[in-house]
């Protein structure tokens, strides 16, 4: 089973970007369909971007489609998810998780295997 840390949170104005990177353990990363999810205060965890194990298809939640982009480097084991043009509402902690063999459907319901310790973003006006 992989093991995940979040890095790349932090604070930036509206309009701006940050690129969040979730570095993984484990043997079978490649196996693995890799999210984010967030959860800002006093809300729900959400589902944000997932990218599947075989393929690299790629789902975006609505609310960051065009603006968020997941991608994963199976040599390094990493996912990254690059934001732009981020907004207020983006304020949150980012999650990154993981789950063996997921199929996307799956994914945005939160059922994943593994998961990170988060990493929080704020994005001031």
């Known amino acids: 089973q992989v093991q995940l840390v979040e890095s790349g949170g932090g604070l930036v104005q509206a309009g701006g970007s940050l690129r969040l990177s979730c570095a993984a353990s484990?043997?079978?990363?490649?196996?693995?369909?890799l999210a984010w999810f967030r959860q800002a205060p006093g809300k729900e965890r959400e589902f944000v971007a997932a990218?599947?194990?075989?393929?690299?298809?790629?789902d975006y939640a609505d609310s960051v489609t065009g603006r968020f982009t997941i991608s994963r480097d199976n040599a390094k084991n990493t996912v990254d998810l690059q934001m732009n043009s981020l907004k207020p509402d983006d304020t949150a902690v980012y999650y990154c998780?993981?789950?063996?063999?997921?199929?996307?459907?799956?994914?945005?319901?939160?059922?994943?295997?593994?998961w990170g310790r988060g990493t929080l973003v704020t994005v001031s006006s």
């Open positions: 484990g043997r079978t990363f490649s196996r693995y369909t």
């Open positions: 998780a993981a789950g063996f063999l997921s199929r996307l459907s799956s994914v945005r319901t939160g059922s994943m295997d593994v």
């Open positions: 990218i599947h194990w075989a393929g690299g298809i790629t």
